[in-house]
Every structure is written in structure tokens, then in C-alpha cells.
């Protein structure tokens, strides 16, 4: 093997390893700001979503919030894809859905409900509804 093809070696291990490491992220749970679109394009499609009806003032959002930064941080629930809606915006959607308080959690297998979580902070149970979706 002479010194470029070493070369050529050595750099294509580094990017495997550095895409290696990305690779968490990018198979992560997807969290995304909510639109009437994208709900519709991922329950056409048969695809796991979930809806966080979330307010800037609702602690329990903010706590739920964390939770859920640190279930995709762990690089589970690569499948689903969870949409952020604005309690207070989007009162047509909480019509439509049921939905009475903010810090409620609605969990879809395409356009199927298959759980709903209301003011649960605890990681485990946000992280075990949002995987019925899968």
C-alpha cells in the first residue's frame, strides 16, 4: 500500500467514525414545530406521530419539554416524529382532538390514536406512550 492509498484509507475511517457518531442524531426522535400539513402528511403516510399541545407559561410543558429533549438525546424512538402545537393558537386543533389543558400528549400510528399522556412529566411515560406510535 503506498502513502496515498494509506491516506485514502485513514480519512475514509475517520469519516466513518465521525458519521458513526452523528448517526444517533440523526435517527433520534424528530421533533418539529406543528402544522395542519404536516400532521396530515405523516398520518396519510401511515407514520408514528404524536401532538404536544405546549404554552410558554405552563411549567409542566417546560418540564415535559426537558423530558423530551432527553429522549431524543438518547437516540430512541427514531420512527416518530413529534409535532409542538400552541395551546393557546391552536384551539381548533384542541377542539378536534379533545384536547382540555395544556401538557397533553396525543400519540398517533398514522392517523389512529393509540395513547394520550395529560401533564405527565416522568421520562419513562412519555418515552413508553410516544413508542405506540412505532
Sequence with gaps: MNFHQLRRSVCTLFAGVALAGLSPLAW??????????RLAQLQTGGKP???????????????QEKAL?????????????????????EKDLRKQM????????????????????GGDTATDKLKSALAKAS
Design 69 to 89: 429533549q432527553t429522549i431524543k438525546a438518547e437516540g430512541s424512538l427514531a420512527q416518530v416524529t413529534l409535532l409542538v402545537a400552541d395551546y393557546d393558537k
Design 28 to 37: 433520534a426522535l424528530d421533533i418539529q414545530p406543528y402544522s395542519a400539513e
Design 98 to 117: 379533545k384536547v382540555r389543558a395544556q401538557s397533553t400528549l396525543v400519540v398517533f400510528k398514522g392517523s389512529q390514536e393509540v395513547a394520550r399522556l
Design 49 to 63: 406521530v404524536a401532538v404536544h399541545f405546549h404554552a410558554e407559561w405552563c411549567g409542566t410543558c417546560k418540564t
